[in-house]
């Protein structure tokens, strides 16, 4: 007899396939123009460092291709020591764990704060890796919106309990979110915090793209609010900052990090000791030697290189999108979240827009409630000028004809 649906736990009834994993298999297709993934573009790659870092990492002996400790390389563990002192959060290395990538951080986080029935919060719309990170754990969903108003604790205790759990933890990107584009507030990133001293829950940070700011002035990161708060003492902190090289440097080497209080990176540490062992010594090596060598001049360079390539996509936007569509003018980040019609469904739409040589993501699958079928989500990171031109006209034209056939 093969194994049926009726072997697997019952965790894998929420396993869904990414729909951008799966979208990104039109980067292949001749002619088709890609605003779906948010992809780095390779040809900005610091390629001659990393492959003078890997040069380095095999010269110095077998120590880049043996086993290693868990917790991280601790050269690049000591980086990320002056890394986060400088956006405001004072740690050790003991407050740091390196991950197989901020994906495989976020799963990490999920296993360690969700059991079968909590309650997770996350924003309308939220980061679909994170979803499907948390989903292998069973959890329900409430919605947080600490910019335009929270429910208030008493609700979400009370809704949690319902459903037969507890409020477990709170999730955000607060700089330059993917899907949205957003940036919370400095009074929205307060809000967030008292609320989750009131529920007494652990925040996860997600700061993936928190160096890409092009525009505007930086807010200090969650967890630099929270231990400034708590007489700048990181092990009293509730929340977990989740950053990644992967938006930086390059996602290939699969390097990410946790910085959190030293109880949470233990058990974190324990985590991953069960999951891989750790993270390949010589891409933690290979990233130590990028991060000292290049990481200033390559955010420097890749900031320049993406804030063109948004402007260039909010003024294609402006010409060309009918009445009714609105969307987001990030600060930062990859991505543009643009809401249409009642009416439209983005799903829909993509299928005839492939058609037309244009693809992007539909929003729906960033909706923990399944709603925000009129929404789609567009990456300027890996298209030219001349292809966003192209691609929002296309895409315009199509909308047009759909919003009028509606009608």
Known sequence: MSIGETHYATRAAKMRASEIRELLKLLDRPGVISFAGGIPDPAL????????????????????????????YVPLRQWLVRHMASIGVPCTIDNIVITSGSQQGLDYLGKLFLSPGDTALVTWPAYLGALQAFNAYEPRYDRLAPEHGNTTPAAYRMAAEAAGGRVALAYLTP????????????????RALALADELDIPVIEDAAYQQLRYDGEDVPPLQALDVAAKGGDIDRSRVTHSGSFSKTLAPGLRIGWIC?????????VLTKQAADLHTP??????????????????????RAAYRDRRDHMLAALLRHMPA??????????MFIWVTLPEGLDGAELLARAVEQGVAFVPGRAFHADGTGGNSLRLSFSLADAAAIETGIGRLGALIAGAAQAAA
Do not use: C
């Not at 959190?260 to 974190?268: E, S």
């Open 45 to 72: 790659f610091p390629t001659d460092v990393i492959r003078e870092g890997y040069a380095a990492a095999l010269d110095a002996g077998g120590a880049a291709l043996q086993y290693s400790v868990s917790e991280g």
């Open 175 to 190: 700089d330059f979110a993917n899907p949205s584009g957003e940036t919370l507030s400095l009074d929205g990133r307060r």
């Open 260 to 268: 959190a209080a030293r109880g949470v990176v233990q058990k974190l």
């Open 281 to 302: 010594t010589i891409n933690q090596m290979v990233m130590h030697h990028a991060a000292e060598h290049a990481h200033a001049a390559q955010v420097a360079k890749i």
């Open 324 to 333: 009714g569509v609105s969307w987001t003018r990030p600060q930062g980040g």
